[in-house]
Protein backbone atom coordinates (compact mmCIF):
# COMPACT_ATOMS: atom_id res chain seq x y z
CA UNK A 1 0.00 0.00 0.00
CA UNK A 2 1.17 3.32 -1.30
CA UNK A 3 0.43 6.47 0.49
CA UNK A 4 2.44 8.56 -1.38
CA UNK A 5 3.61 8.62 -5.07
CA UNK A 6 7.35 9.96 -6.09
CA UNK A 7 6.34 12.38 -8.83
CA UNK A 8 9.76 13.75 -9.78
CA UNK A 9 12.82 12.37 -11.08
CA UNK A 10 16.64 12.82 -11.01
CA UNK A 11 18.53 13.61 -14.39
CA UNK A 12 22.41 13.75 -14.43
CA UNK A 13 24.05 16.54 -16.21
CA UNK A 14 27.49 15.80 -15.37
CA UNK A 15 30.05 14.01 -13.27
CA UNK A 16 33.85 14.51 -11.92
CA UNK A 17 35.73 12.78 -10.42
CA UNK A 18 37.74 15.07 -7.50
CA UNK A 19 39.83 12.28 -5.82
CA UNK A 20 41.29 9.54 -6.00
CA UNK A 21 43.21 6.60 -4.02
CA UNK A 22 43.87 2.86 -3.97
CA UNK A 23 40.28 1.71 -3.20
CA UNK A 24 38.37 4.49 -3.62
CA UNK A 25 37.39 7.43 -5.91
CA UNK A 26 35.07 10.47 -4.67
CA UNK A 27 32.89 11.25 -7.77
CA UNK A 28 30.75 14.90 -7.68
CA UNK A 29 27.49 14.31 -9.82
CA UNK A 30 25.48 17.52 -11.15
CA UNK A 31 22.16 16.59 -10.96
CA UNK A 32 19.14 18.06 -12.32
CA UNK A 33 15.40 17.79 -10.22
CA UNK A 34 12.55 18.49 -12.05
CA UNK A 35 10.78 19.43 -8.87
CA UNK A 36 12.51 22.38 -8.40
CA UNK A 37 13.93 22.37 -11.16
CA UNK A 38 17.42 23.12 -10.35
CA UNK A 39 20.57 21.21 -10.34
CA UNK A 40 22.41 20.24 -6.98
CA UNK A 41 25.56 18.39 -6.28
CA UNK A 42 26.09 15.00 -4.81
CA UNK A 43 29.21 12.87 -3.56
CA UNK A 44 29.51 9.24 -4.34
CA UNK A 45 32.29 6.91 -4.25
CA UNK A 46 33.37 4.54 -6.58
CA UNK A 47 34.68 1.27 -5.17
CA UNK A 48 34.82 -2.16 -7.04
CA UNK A 49 32.93 -4.91 -6.11
CA UNK A 50 33.51 -6.58 -2.47
CA UNK A 51 33.04 -10.10 -1.45
CA UNK A 52 32.95 -11.82 1.74
CA UNK A 53 32.29 -15.42 2.28
CA UNK A 54 31.38 -17.96 5.63
CA UNK A 55 34.15 -20.13 6.45
CA UNK A 56 32.11 -23.43 8.04
CA UNK A 57 34.27 -26.65 9.33
CA UNK A 58 33.00 -30.24 9.27
CA UNK A 59 32.75 -29.34 13.31
CA UNK A 60 30.38 -26.23 12.73
CA UNK A 61 32.80 -23.84 13.40
CA UNK A 62 33.31 -20.06 11.49
CA UNK A 63 36.50 -19.86 10.55
CA UNK A 64 36.91 -15.63 11.43
CA UNK A 65 40.12 -13.23 11.08
CA UNK A 66 40.72 -10.75 13.82
CA UNK A 67 42.48 -7.76 11.81
CA UNK A 68 43.32 -4.49 12.75
CA UNK A 69 40.90 -1.71 10.63
CA UNK A 70 42.16 1.89 10.02
CA UNK A 71 38.66 3.13 9.34
CA UNK A 72 38.05 2.54 13.42
CA UNK A 73 41.57 2.23 14.15
CA UNK A 74 40.96 -1.16 16.17
CA UNK A 75 41.06 -4.90 15.72
CA UNK A 76 37.68 -6.63 14.26
CA UNK A 77 36.40 -10.14 14.26
CA UNK A 78 35.19 -10.78 10.35
CA UNK A 79 34.45 -13.25 8.32
CA UNK A 80 37.00 -13.18 5.63
CA UNK A 81 36.54 -10.92 2.40
CA UNK A 82 37.83 -7.53 0.56
CA UNK A 83 37.80 -6.38 -3.11
CA UNK A 84 36.95 -8.20 -6.24
CA UNK A 85 40.22 -8.02 -8.11
CA UNK A 86 40.41 -7.38 -11.88
CA UNK A 87 42.10 -10.85 -12.42
CA UNK A 88 39.44 -12.37 -10.56
CA UNK A 89 37.01 -14.69 -12.85
CA UNK A 90 33.85 -14.12 -10.68
CA UNK A 91 32.95 -13.06 -7.29
CA UNK A 92 32.90 -16.48 -6.03
CA UNK A 93 36.49 -17.10 -7.26
CA UNK A 94 37.44 -13.65 -5.58
CA UNK A 95 35.72 -15.01 -2.36
CA UNK A 96 37.58 -18.39 -2.16
CA UNK A 97 40.61 -16.42 -3.14
CA UNK A 98 40.56 -13.98 -0.01
CA UNK A 99 39.39 -17.29 2.25
CA UNK A 100 42.36 -18.91 1.47
CA UNK A 101 44.46 -15.38 1.74
CA UNK A 102 43.47 -14.54 5.14
CA UNK A 103 42.60 -17.57 7.04
CA UNK A 104 44.09 -20.69 4.92
CA UNK A 105 41.11 -22.68 4.94
CA UNK A 106 40.21 -23.94 1.65
CA UNK A 107 36.77 -25.91 0.21
CA UNK A 108 35.33 -26.83 -3.20
CA UNK A 109 31.84 -26.50 -1.79
CA UNK A 110 31.14 -22.61 -1.99
CA UNK A 111 27.63 -21.35 -2.39
CA UNK A 112 26.04 -17.96 -3.05
CA UNK A 113 23.90 -16.78 -0.44
CA UNK A 114 22.96 -13.42 -1.77
CA UNK A 115 24.65 -9.56 -2.62
CA UNK A 116 23.61 -6.40 -0.93
CA UNK A 117 24.22 -2.40 -1.65
CA UNK A 118 26.32 -1.63 1.50
CA UNK A 119 25.59 1.88 1.05
CA UNK A 120 23.03 2.93 -1.52
CA UNK A 121 22.95 6.81 -0.59
CA UNK A 122 27.19 7.40 -1.35
CA UNK A 123 27.82 3.94 -3.49
CA UNK A 124 27.09 1.84 -6.62
CA UNK A 125 29.18 -1.35 -5.41
CA UNK A 126 27.81 -4.28 -4.04
CA UNK A 127 28.98 -6.94 -1.80
CA UNK A 128 28.61 -10.81 -2.59
CA UNK A 129 28.49 -12.83 0.22
CA UNK A 130 29.13 -16.74 -0.25
CA UNK A 131 29.35 -19.98 2.48
CA UNK A 132 31.62 -22.75 2.02
CA UNK A 133 30.76 -25.86 3.61
CA UNK A 134 33.58 -28.48 4.83
CA UNK A 135 36.68 -26.26 4.97
CA UNK A 136 40.16 -27.19 5.97
CA UNK A 137 43.13 -26.09 6.67
CA UNK A 138 45.22 -25.93 3.64
CA UNK A 139 47.89 -23.17 4.15
CA UNK A 140 49.19 -20.42 6.11
CA UNK A 141 47.99 -17.16 6.00
CA UNK A 142 49.63 -14.88 2.93
CA UNK A 143 49.73 -11.56 3.57
CA UNK A 144 51.18 -8.18 1.60
CA UNK A 145 52.90 -5.34 3.25
CA UNK A 146 50.42 -3.99 5.24
CA UNK A 147 48.52 -6.90 5.97
CA UNK A 148 48.31 -9.28 9.26
CA UNK A 149 45.36 -11.47 10.21
CA UNK A 150 44.94 -13.73 13.30
CA UNK A 151 42.61 -16.93 12.96
CA UNK A 152 39.74 -17.57 15.55
CA UNK A 153 37.45 -20.56 15.37
CA UNK A 154 33.81 -19.12 16.63
CA UNK A 155 31.20 -22.15 16.89
CA UNK A 156 28.48 -21.44 14.61
CA UNK A 157 26.18 -21.72 17.23
CA UNK A 158 27.87 -18.54 19.49
CA UNK A 159 27.63 -16.35 16.54
CA UNK A 160 24.16 -14.96 17.87
CA UNK A 161 25.94 -13.83 21.10
CA UNK A 162 29.00 -12.23 19.31
CA UNK A 163 26.89 -10.02 17.38
CA UNK A 164 24.70 -9.13 20.26
CA UNK A 165 27.79 -8.34 22.52
CA UNK A 166 29.73 -6.46 20.21
CA UNK A 167 32.35 -9.21 19.04
CA UNK A 168 31.10 -8.67 15.71
CA UNK A 169 30.28 -5.09 14.79
CA UNK A 170 30.72 -4.84 10.98
CA UNK A 171 27.87 -4.93 9.00
CA UNK A 172 28.35 -6.69 6.23
CA UNK A 173 29.36 -9.93 8.11
CA UNK A 174 26.02 -9.58 9.82
CA UNK A 175 24.13 -9.24 6.21
CA UNK A 176 26.09 -12.40 5.55
CA UNK A 177 24.92 -14.12 8.44
CA UNK A 178 21.22 -13.12 7.98
CA UNK A 179 21.41 -14.18 4.28
CA UNK A 180 22.80 -17.53 5.66
CA UNK A 181 19.85 -17.56 8.66
CA UNK A 182 17.54 -16.94 6.01
CA UNK A 183 18.08 -20.11 3.76
CA UNK A 184 19.04 -18.65 0.79
CA UNK B 1 40.50 -21.15 19.63
CA UNK B 2 43.35 -19.17 17.90
CA UNK B 3 45.98 -20.34 15.74
CA UNK B 4 47.75 -17.67 14.83
CA UNK B 5 48.48 -14.39 16.90
CA UNK B 6 48.48 -10.87 16.09
CA UNK B 7 52.08 -9.89 16.37
CA UNK B 8 52.72 -6.39 15.11
CA UNK B 9 50.85 -3.34 16.03
CA UNK B 10 49.92 0.03 13.67
CA UNK B 11 50.71 3.90 15.29
CA UNK B 12 49.57 7.01 13.55
CA UNK B 13 52.42 9.71 12.79
CA UNK B 14 50.66 11.88 11.10
CA UNK B 15 46.80 12.60 9.41
CA UNK B 16 45.73 15.23 6.66
CA UNK B 17 42.11 15.44 5.31
CA UNK B 18 42.21 16.08 1.79
CA UNK B 19 38.41 16.27 0.26
CA UNK B 20 35.35 17.40 2.38
CA UNK B 21 31.74 17.31 1.49
CA UNK B 22 28.30 17.71 2.79
CA UNK B 23 27.93 14.10 3.89
CA UNK B 24 31.66 12.98 4.11
CA UNK B 25 35.33 14.53 5.32
CA UNK B 26 38.13 11.85 3.01
CA UNK B 27 41.30 12.17 5.58
CA UNK B 28 44.37 10.44 4.58
CA UNK B 29 46.45 8.98 7.40
CA UNK B 30 50.04 7.69 7.77
CA UNK B 31 50.67 4.76 10.00
CA UNK B 32 53.94 3.29 11.02
CA UNK B 33 54.02 -0.53 10.80
CA UNK B 34 56.56 -2.54 13.70
CA UNK B 35 56.57 -5.78 11.39
CA UNK B 36 57.87 -3.27 7.93
CA UNK B 37 58.88 -0.71 10.24
CA UNK B 38 57.86 1.64 7.47
CA UNK B 39 54.99 3.88 6.80
CA UNK B 40 52.09 3.55 4.70
CA UNK B 41 48.87 5.63 3.95
CA UNK B 42 45.64 4.97 4.21
CA UNK B 43 42.34 6.90 3.49
CA UNK B 44 39.33 7.04 5.55
CA UNK B 45 36.00 8.78 5.61
CA UNK B 46 34.93 10.67 8.37
CA UNK B 47 31.08 10.84 8.69
CA UNK B 48 28.87 11.74 11.54
CA UNK B 49 26.95 8.64 13.19
CA UNK B 50 23.68 7.44 11.45
CA UNK B 51 20.49 6.21 12.34
CA UNK B 52 17.94 4.16 10.88
CA UNK B 53 14.51 3.13 12.79
CA UNK B 54 11.49 0.71 12.06
CA UNK B 55 8.65 1.81 12.74
CA UNK B 56 5.91 -1.01 13.25
CA UNK B 57 2.13 -0.19 13.09
CA UNK B 58 -0.51 -1.98 15.54
CA UNK B 59 -1.18 -4.16 12.26
CA UNK B 60 2.23 -5.50 12.49
CA UNK B 61 2.99 -3.25 9.01
CA UNK B 62 6.56 -1.27 8.65
CA UNK B 63 6.38 1.80 7.42
CA UNK B 64 9.13 1.73 4.80
CA UNK B 65 9.90 4.97 2.13
CA UNK B 66 10.67 4.72 -1.31
CA UNK B 67 13.15 6.85 -2.90
CA UNK B 68 16.02 7.92 -4.74
CA UNK B 69 19.73 7.29 -4.00
CA UNK B 70 22.60 9.00 -5.73
CA UNK B 71 25.03 6.29 -4.73
CA UNK B 72 23.28 3.78 -6.93
CA UNK B 73 20.93 6.39 -8.93
CA UNK B 74 18.11 4.14 -8.35
CA UNK B 75 15.15 3.70 -6.08
CA UNK B 76 15.47 1.98 -2.91
CA UNK B 77 12.98 0.28 -0.45
CA UNK B 78 14.49 0.94 2.92
CA UNK B 79 13.51 2.31 6.31
CA UNK B 80 13.72 5.80 7.74
CA UNK B 81 17.04 6.94 8.71
CA UNK B 82 19.77 9.59 8.20
CA UNK B 83 22.91 11.38 9.45
CA UNK B 84 22.40 12.48 13.32
CA UNK B 85 22.38 16.10 13.02
CA UNK B 86 24.58 18.15 15.58
CA UNK B 87 21.02 19.21 17.02
CA UNK B 88 20.06 15.89 18.01
CA UNK B 89 20.02 15.14 21.81
CA UNK B 90 20.52 11.63 21.45
CA UNK B 91 20.67 8.75 18.45
CA UNK B 92 17.22 7.95 19.69
CA UNK B 93 15.83 11.35 18.66
CA UNK B 94 17.48 11.49 15.60
CA UNK B 95 15.90 8.02 14.70
CA UNK B 96 12.68 9.82 16.19
CA UNK B 97 13.04 13.00 13.91
CA UNK B 98 14.13 10.59 10.48
CA UNK B 99 10.77 8.78 11.29
CA UNK B 100 8.76 11.73 11.64
CA UNK B 101 10.50 13.34 8.28
CA UNK B 102 10.67 10.81 5.93
CA UNK B 103 7.66 8.71 6.52
CA UNK B 104 4.95 11.12 8.66
CA UNK B 105 4.46 8.49 11.74
CA UNK B 106 5.25 8.72 15.05
CA UNK B 107 5.72 6.65 18.34
CA UNK B 108 6.84 7.06 21.72
CA UNK B 109 7.60 4.11 22.09
CA UNK B 110 11.28 3.81 20.86
CA UNK B 111 13.61 1.34 21.76
CA UNK B 112 17.47 0.67 20.54
CA UNK B 113 18.28 -2.24 18.94
CA UNK B 114 21.93 -2.24 18.82
CA UNK B 115 24.64 -0.14 16.80
CA UNK B 116 27.09 -1.29 13.76
CA UNK B 117 30.05 -0.02 11.77
CA UNK B 118 28.98 0.31 8.64
CA UNK B 119 32.38 -0.64 7.58
CA UNK B 120 35.16 -0.33 9.62
CA UNK B 121 38.19 -0.79 6.79
CA UNK B 122 37.12 2.55 5.56
CA UNK B 123 34.91 4.51 8.20
CA UNK B 124 35.15 5.07 12.00
CA UNK B 125 30.98 5.48 12.46
CA UNK B 126 28.62 4.07 13.83
CA UNK B 127 24.62 3.37 12.72
CA UNK B 128 22.27 3.06 15.43
CA UNK B 129 19.05 0.92 14.99
CA UNK B 130 15.82 1.45 16.56
CA UNK B 131 11.80 -0.15 16.32
CA UNK B 132 9.31 2.02 17.09
CA UNK B 133 5.86 0.10 17.72
CA UNK B 134 2.54 0.93 17.36
CA UNK B 135 3.35 4.05 14.86
CA UNK B 136 0.71 6.08 14.40
CA UNK B 137 0.57 8.51 10.76
CA UNK B 138 1.07 12.17 12.28
CA UNK B 139 1.67 14.22 9.78
CA UNK B 140 2.58 14.50 6.14
CA UNK B 141 6.42 13.65 5.66
CA UNK B 142 8.66 16.56 5.12
CA UNK B 143 11.51 17.12 2.48
CA UNK B 144 14.14 19.76 2.16
CA UNK B 145 15.11 20.51 -1.38
CA UNK B 146 16.39 17.67 -2.55
CA UNK B 147 14.12 14.84 -0.56
CA UNK B 148 10.98 13.33 -2.25
CA UNK B 149 10.02 10.04 -0.44
CA UNK B 150 7.02 7.38 -1.23
CA UNK B 151 5.59 5.92 2.19
CA UNK B 152 5.03 2.28 1.42
CA UNK B 153 3.45 -0.14 4.07
CA UNK B 154 5.12 -3.42 4.30
CA UNK B 155 3.67 -6.51 6.37
CA UNK B 156 6.28 -7.70 8.70
CA UNK B 157 6.09 -11.41 7.92
CA UNK B 158 6.81 -10.48 3.82
CA UNK B 159 10.28 -8.74 5.11
CA UNK B 160 12.38 -11.94 4.37
CA UNK B 161 10.85 -12.56 1.56
CA UNK B 162 11.72 -8.40 0.26
CA UNK B 163 15.36 -9.22 1.68
CA UNK B 164 15.91 -12.80 -0.53
CA UNK B 165 14.34 -10.61 -3.92
CA UNK B 166 16.47 -7.83 -3.38
CA UNK B 167 13.73 -5.30 -3.25
CA UNK B 168 15.41 -4.54 0.45
CA UNK B 169 18.99 -4.03 -0.46
CA UNK B 170 20.17 -1.68 1.70
CA UNK B 171 22.74 -3.50 4.27
CA UNK B 172 21.97 -1.09 7.32
CA UNK B 173 18.63 -2.12 7.05
CA UNK B 174 19.32 -5.58 6.60
CA UNK B 175 21.64 -4.96 9.89
CA UNK B 176 18.06 -3.37 11.62
CA UNK B 177 15.81 -6.50 10.64
CA UNK B 178 18.77 -8.78 11.95
CA UNK B 179 18.79 -7.28 15.21
CA UNK B 180 14.95 -7.36 15.52
CA UNK B 181 15.15 -10.81 14.75
CA UNK B 182 17.84 -11.80 17.32
CA UNK B 183 15.21 -10.06 19.82
CA UNK B 184 18.08 -7.68 21.25
Redesign the interface.
Known amino acids: ?10 Q ?1 RSEQR ?2 E ?4 T ?1 R ?2 R ?1 F ?1 S ?2 R ?1 E ?6 ECPDWVNIIPLTPKNEVVMV ?11 LEVPGGMIDPGDASPLVAARREMVEECGFDSDDVRPL ?11 NR ?1 HSFVAYDVA ?1 CAE ?1 TFD ?2 E ?6 VPFDEI ?1 DR ?2 D ?1 SI ?4 V ?2 A ?2 WL ?2 G ?1
Not at 21 to 24: S, T
Not at 115 to 124: G, V
Not at 148 to 153: G, P
Open positions: MSTKRLLHTWRVYCRVFVRDSFRDAHDFHVLRQFRHGTRALTGAIHPNPALQACAPSTETEVVLPIRGTHALVVFHALT
